[in-house]
T-cell receptor
């Protein structure tokens, strides 16, 4: 079945850029998603990219998609302490069943 | 505030107890989901309901029993759980459960119920 992999932890200094990476095995996902989970809260959709795009920029966020390598990344520019959270990559399972498959989540720690 | 409310926020129960988790969405959505979030593991889809009908059961043990009386409410009834069932249980909703693959339909999540089984 579909497998989505992320590194578990990333630590950066405030003001630096953060890059969170995600790889997936096989997906016909029309959209690929990044969700953010702040402490004590549920997941919230942060951004998404359409599968025929290579890059999407949304203020401090840049999403890069390499379909050949099945690699998705999220870059946060000028990382702030408020960006500390768990970030989940998600793709739709192969076969278009509509089921979202999530990675394990990357915990981003931002140090002052 | 995502429009999806889960209660209780925290729950501690013994292995012989029976308890229920509740989820309510105020978004007018037609599909609701239960996810299990364990530490350092991928989010696991448990159940999907579309227009009150269960459309997905992801091989969940029968000690978890979902109920969807209407499109706005979703319950997860728990009985004779095991310590390994301790996790954060997240409810989510979408306008249409079949739409995720083809559109930018978004999952709206509740804050979850942190369950501890002793």
């Amino acid at each position: 079945g579909e497998d989505v992999e992320q590194s578990l932890f990333l630590s950066v200094r405030e003001g630096d850029s953060s890059v969170i990476n995600c790889t997936y095995t096989d997906s016909s996902s029309t959209y690929l998603y990044w969700y953010k989970q702040e402490p004590g809260a549920g997941l919230q959709l942060l951004t998404y990219i359409f599968s025929n795009m290579d890059m999407k920029q949304d203020q401090r966020l840049t999403v890069l998609l390499n379909k050949k390598d099945k690699h998705l990344s999220l870059r946060i520019a000028d990382t702030q302490t408020g960006d500390s959270a768990i970030y989940f990559c998600a793709v739709v399972s192969a076969g278009n069943t509509g089921k979202l498959i999530f990675g394990q989540g990357t915990t981003l720690q931002v140090k002052p | 505030e995502t429009g999806v409310t889960q209660t209780p926020r925290h729950l501690v129960m013994g292995m012989t107890n029976k308890k229920s988790l509740k989820c309510e969405q105020h978004l007018g959505h037609n599909a609701m989901y239960w996810y299990k979030q364990s530490a350092k593991k991928p989010l696991e889809l448990m159940f999907v309901y579309n227009f009150k009908e269960q459309t997905e059961n992801n091989s969940v043990p029968s000690r978890f029993s979902p109920e969807c009386p209407n499109s706005s409410h979703l319950f997860l009834h728990l009985h004779t759980l095991q310590p390994e069932d301790s996790a954060l249980y997240l409810c989510a909703s979408t306008q249409n459960g079949a739409g995720l693959a083809l559109s930018n339909e978004k999952l709206f999540f509740g804050s979850g119920t942190q369950l501890s089984v002793l």
